[in-house]
């Protein structure tokens, strides 16, 4: 074909395959750097020094599953607009049950009056198995915002088939005789499971960067008069938390001692600048069980999304420890966010009136002022000796 082509069409020709090839590699070229930036902005630097003689043979660390190789990667779909002031690539997230539909439109109708009445983001709907026409039609009625709703599929939700049940079951009966709320409940550990490592791989959620995390039954106690996910996007925040105290040490008794096996392994991922000061008294030893109150998050998925929090969701995920004793999502995101983020990036929401029984946190001082709360200033956990605000509060003090 190009033997039998004029002069001029030849040149035509050629400039054609030229802009052709110059094109294809300026495509590739700038999604190999693109791809490599995101990367570069996930993950966190090497940081912490590491002994090699506190490496620990592969042996000791045998994967029993890979968790990520079972789940495909989840299709995008075109996010709703916020039908109000919202300018994030946000929405409100609720888990929730058919019968929790009471409680679920209560804390709708505070979110709503407190927030998004202005704001009009998008609200999603989890659930494991298919929403009820009731539920849909009563939460699409109490708000002007889009709604969603979303099935979790089955992988993301049951007990995986190669936890030992016969050392599950133990488990549970030895929480039990402990008298530990949820002792002895699968469900509360499925949804804890879920919303440790599954929630923002659902396909509903995909196309947001942003959420708020809420849960039937809670409640907004003075107005937000400004918008959390701008404040975090304009100020480099992953993370943001009303509540945060002192886990039941009981429910993760080996969450720690593998929270540190992960760190030997994977030091790259543990950022120089992290806030290990709030999870741990004595430089990473033991853990003080601090943790923020994950009922309520706003919050980067992108976070949770990047590869060193995918690396340690799989590696707690192996040991088998939210079926065989009860790890809780309160305390694998904040470990993860205080590990794998620098300080900086979490931010305690002081304006930002909250309850879900049976604790609280109402602004106090200046941050108090014309928000129209339904609480008395300061009247919450903050400063409660269970509370790990202080801690929280230390990190940036130089204590
Ligand atoms: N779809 C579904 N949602 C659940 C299930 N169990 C819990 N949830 C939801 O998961 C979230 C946390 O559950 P909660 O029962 O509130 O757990 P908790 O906050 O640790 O405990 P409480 O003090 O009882 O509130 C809530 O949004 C629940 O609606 C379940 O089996 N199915
Ligand atoms: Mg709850």
Redesign the pocket.
């Known amino acids: 074909m190009y033997l039998s082509l004029s002069g001029r069409k030849r040149t035509g020709f050629i400039s054609a395959c030229v802009a052709v090839i110059l094109y294809t590699t300026y495509t590739l070229a700038c999604g190999f750097y693109s791809n490599r930036v995101l990367q570069e902005d996930l993950v966190p630097s090497v940081v912490i020094e590491v002994p090699d003689e506190a490496l620990r043979p592969d042996s000791e660390n045998v994967a029993l599953h890979n968790p990520s190789d079972a789940h495909e990667s989840p299709t995008k779909i075109e996010a709703p607009r916020p039908v109000g002031i919202g300018t994030a690539n946000a929405t409100m997230v609720m888990l929730a049950r058919n019968d929790e539909i009471d409680g679920v439109l209560s804390s709708m109708a505070t979110v709503e009056n407190r927030f998004n009445r202005e704001h009009g983001y998008p609200w999603t709907f989890l659930n494991e198995v298919e929403f009820t026409e009731e539920f849909k039609s009563r939460v699409k009625n109490a708000t002007s915002a889009h709604v969603s709703f979303g099935l979790i599929p089955d992988e993301h939700w049951s007990q995986p088939n190669w936890i030992d049940e016969v050392m599950a079951t133990k488990g549970r009966k030895k929480m039990a005789q402990a008298k530990i709320i949820y002792a002895d409940n699968v469900p509360y550990r499925n949804m804890c499971r879920f919303n440790s490592g599954f929630f923002y791989k659902q396909p509903i959620l995909q196309q947001y960067r942003y959420y708020w995390r809420v849960?039937?039954?809670?409640r907004i106690m003075c107005d937000v008069k400004f918008d959390p996910f701008d404040y975090l996007r304009d100020n480099n925040k992953i993370y943001g938390f009303t509540i945060a105290f002192t886990e039941w040490e009981k429910t993760i008794p080996t969450l720690w001692s593998t929270v540190k096996e992960f760190m030997v392994k994977h030091p790259e991922y543990v950022n120089e600048d992290n806030a290990l000061g709030f999870l741990s008294d004595n430089k990473g030893k033991t853990y003080n069980l601090c943790h923020f109150w994950s009922?309520f998050e706003i919050a980067d998925m992108n976070f949770w999304r990047s590869e060193a929090y995918e690396k340690f969701f799989d590696y707690l995920e192996n040991r088998g420890g939210f079926y065989y004793e009860r790890w809780g999502d309160a305390p694998v995101h904040s470990i993860a966010a205080a590990l794998f983020a620098p300080k900086e990036q979490l931010h305690f929401f002081r304006n930002i009136g909250y309850r879900?029984?049976p604790f609280q946190h109402c602004p106090s001082g200046a941050d108090y002022e014309g928000l129209n709360c339904e609480c008395k200033a300061g009247d919450g956990l903050d400063y409660a000796p269970q509370s790990c605000i202080r801690r929280y509060e230390n990190l940036f003090s130089g204590k």
């Not at 849960?215 to 809670?218: A, F, G, I, K, L």
């Open positions: 849960e039937p039954n809670v009922n879900h029984e």
